[in-house]
């Protein structure tokens, strides 16, 4: 299945080979781990700009007069939030409520949602949305094959979408517009994985280079760059988002992940909601946990210990370009640990200082609350 | 200041310039393949090494890499500045970016090593 021949290659592949991406395996895409270097593409998206090729990601879009019913029945969040040309952030739960997936879901109208799902899960996710459908009037089409993804990242950006897309500048954090762009059908989401203020677009493979070649043009004079998937991966650690297959999969819940805003227990059923109320009444066992080094990069998989006793291990972690520091999140027990508590992690079996740290470990503009105001 | 053609390389991409004291250090192209080094782990002066024993660790912001010791020895000196500047690993590799120096016990392990031709064969292979 990982042989070389096999790989999956997004439409943007040979762009991606000419801009000097350093191409790898990333679950079976052939993906840019980094252009010009991880810190320096880090630091355009903290500090103006950045353009990643997302088309992994997958598109599944559920249209009907049920639509609404299904992922209300499907995720923790209240998609009554999710009013037309907005999206939410949110959890889609098994009967245990383990994670399917963590997606966005987006309202282009009443009866029209279009679920971004990651890029490893999106033929589970659409085979677990079509089983819970039942008899719903609903149709669920899997379209991750025809539409590529851009995400454009950091603080320059809204500028740079000044006469590109105008309509777009007025979308708070998660809302979205339908566009033409060059004669296509584009989705254009003020969404990202950075922590930082950006759109995503997502359009048909056709215009998909040309895209690209047109949004490094508008951010020339910001200095965008190019960047990988090790850059996407720094940021999004450092703004304390998931990473599904690594942080959460099918056994660990929204409770557990320290995601509790995610879930809308009184909205009204859904699946696994009964095991999330008695988590919410019990108390979780355990809790993703962030942690800060005092030196050393730890990895995931490095053990995490308090006075002498090992409390968890890290799911993920790395280098922190922002903080110059170590930075992991694992599962912890117990899981009311406080910032501050001092630790230790194993790294190549020494024991090094850690503490306790608060996540998101660094906000972004994306945190901003008037974005769009 | 070793030109890339005055120093031996191994298999693991260090390179060593021989001498009573030999230098140790990384080769351009390791540099390049493990992209922003951040966090440099250096031996400690005195340290009894062996060689092809790991005795450093370099971290780049994507994963570990451990450093092998080119030839047998007792550490003399260590670069502190690379401990508190790890970039100087991909800026300057052969110069600022040394690691460490080594009293060779055994001036006979160098002969083994690969020299710059053999080393760029070498990577030229390694890539196929």
Not at chain 1, 288 to 303: A, D, E
Not at chain 2, 3 to 23: F, M, Q, R, S
Request: aromatic letters at 8%; a negative charge.
């Amino acid at each position: 299945m990982s042989t070389a021949t096999t790989l999956s290659r997004t439409a943007l592949n040979e762009t991606m080979r000419k801009y000097g991406g350093k191409m790898v395996d990333f679950h079976g895409w052939e993906m840019p781990i980094q252009f010009a270097g991880i810190l320096k593409e880090h630091e355009a998206v903290r500090k103006s700009a950045g353009l990643f090729d997302v088309s992994h990601m997958g598109q599944v879009f559920v249209t009907g007069a049920d639509a609404f019913k299904l992922l209300q029945k499907i995720n923790t969040n209240d998609l009554r939030k999710a009013t037309p040309g907005k999206g939410v952030y949110s959890h889609v739960t098994n009967p245990n409520a383990g994670l399917v997936d963590d997606v966005i879901a987006f309202c282009l109208a009443a009866d029209r949602y279009l679920v971004i799902v990651n890029a490893t899960t999106s033929t589970k996710d659409y085979e677990w949305f079509k089983s819970q459908a039942g008899k719903m009037l609903v149709k669920i089409e899997n379209k991750s094959d025809d539409y590529s993804m851009i995400a454009v990242q950091g603080p320059a950006v809204p500028k740079m979408f000044e006469t590109f897309a105008p309509e777009a500048l007025k979308l708070p954090r998660f809302g979205i517009v339908e566009k033409d762009i060059m004669g296509e059908h584009c989705y254009v989401s003020r969404t990202g994985y950075t922590g930082e203020d950006g759109f995503e677009v997502t359009a048909p493979h056709s215009i998909i280079n040309q895209l690209w070649e047109h949004l490094m043009e508008l951010g020339k004079p910001y200095g965008i760059v190019p960047c990988g998937l090790g850059a996407r991966d720094t940021l999004r650690l450092e703004s304390g988002y998931l990473l599904y297959g690594q942080d959460v999969d099918d056994f660990h819940t929204t409770y557990e992940t320290g995601y509790g805003w995610v879930v809308s227990l009184d909205k009204g059923d859904f699946i696994g909601r009964d095991i999330l109320v008695k988590q919410k009444a019990e108390g979780v066992k355990r809790r993703l946990t962030g942690l800060t080094l005092t030196g050393g990069v730890p990895r995931s998989g490095c053990k995490v210990f308090m006075d002498g006793k090992q409390i968890g291990e890290l799911a993920s972690a790395t280098y922190s370009p922002t903080l110059k520091k170590g930075i992991g999140v694992g599962y912890m027990v117990p899981p009311d640990l406080k910032p501050g508590a001092a630790v230790e992690v194993e790294i190549h079996g020494k024991l090094v200082k850690a503490e306790i740290t608060r996540v998101p470990f660094h906000k972004g503009t994306a945190f901003n609350k008037n974005i769009g105001a | 200041m070793p030109k890339p053609e005055e120093v031996k390389y191994t298999k693991t991409h260090e390179w060593v310039h021989l001498g009573a004291e030999a230098a140790v250090g990384i080769s351009d192209h390791a540099q390049h393949e493990m992209g922003d080094v951040v966090f440099v782990e250096l031996p400690k002066v005195g340290q009894k090494l062996e060689k092809e024993k790991p005795c450093a660790v370099v971290e780049s912001v994507k994963s570990a890499f451990d450093i092998y010791a080119p030839v047998s020895g007792e550490v003399t000196a260590v670069n502190e500045a690379v401990t508190g500047d790890p970039a100087l690993l991909n800026q300057s590799p052969l110069d600022k970016g040394w690691l460490f120096k080594i009293k060779t016990s055994n001036p006979a392990e160098g002969e083994t090593m690969m020299d710059w031709a053999a080393y760029q064969e070498f990577i030229k292979q390694a890539a196929h």
